[in-house]
């Protein structure tokens, strides 16, 4: 196991309605990454967090948004729910450079949209 | 745009065989490659990276991966594949000047039969 736990597991939400996904990192790692996975596909990113500060997004719209806490926990939120949002929800933690940085993931939040 | 194909989904082998799981991505930058594992309804298992040097990687379980600058691939190999073997496996790259986000392939899922 890695050491990054996600909350909650599974999630059934309906459509218009907001949900957040929570991120517990690493110990030491200070970057936290949240990807999208809908099913049969690689998982997409969809922004990155380093030391409370938005630090690349992906191709996702404004609804997508995120925290990032001084203990490098992180959260996720998705407002307005759409039923393509259901996917499995991935977050990673990391530390390092770009020579040295390693994404480790959490076992994943599974979001139903109906 | 960075990306990496996986141009198998699906790969077959017989257990005690060696395995290769497929892996190019698209020439921008210095490529930094990775592979990952996922089992049925969990999070990436990291395997193995390339970043510089050694063309030849190795990594957990007993696999390793191979650089090819000229021919743009990654492949996957396991000199004697294990049923337990049996995942999904996806390849992805970062490049030294993205904000350290990964872009995955599609994913191939090997299936090894006893």
């Known amino acids: 196991e890695t050491g990054v736990t996600q909350s909650p597991t599974h999630l059934i939400k309906t459509r218009g309605q907001q949900v957040t996904l929570r991120c517990s990192s690493q110990s030491g790692h200070n970057t936290v990454s949240w990807y999208q996975q809908a099913l049969g596909q690689g998982p997409q990113f969809i922004f990155q967090?380093?030391?409370?500060?938005?630090?690349g997004r992906g191709n996702f719209p404004p609804r997508f948004s995120g925290l990032q806490f001084p203990n490098y926990s992180s959260e996720l939120n998705v407002n307005a729910l759409e039923l393509d949002d259901s996917a499995l929800y991935l977050c990673a933690s990391s530390y390092g450079d770009h020579l040295t940085e390693t994404q480790y993931f959490g076992p994943g939040t599974r979001l139903l949209v109906l | 745009a960075q990306s990496v194909a996986q141009p198998e989904d699906q790969v077959n082998v017989a257990e005690g065989n060696p395995l290769t799981v497929k892996c190019t991505y698209s020439?921008?930058?210095?490529?930094?490659l990775f592979w990952y594992v996922q089992y049925p309804n969990r999070g990436l298992q990291f395997l193995l990276k390339?970043?510089?040097?050694?063309?030849l990687v190795k990594g957990s379980y007993g696999f390793e991966a191979e650089f090819n600058k000229s021919q743009t691939s990654f492949h996957l190999k396991k000199p004697s594949a294990l049923v337990s073997d049996s995942a999904l496996y996806f390849c992805?790259?970062?490049?030294?000047?993205?904000?350290?986000?990964?872009?995955f392939g599609s994913g191939t899922q090997l299936t090894v039969l006893p």
């Open positions: 967090y380093y030391r409370e500060e938005e630090n």
């Open positions: 992805a790259v970062r490049y030294s000047g993205s904000a350290r986000q990964l872009t």
């Open positions: 020439v921008s930058g210095n490529p930094y």
């Open positions: 390339y970043i510089t040097g050694d063309n």
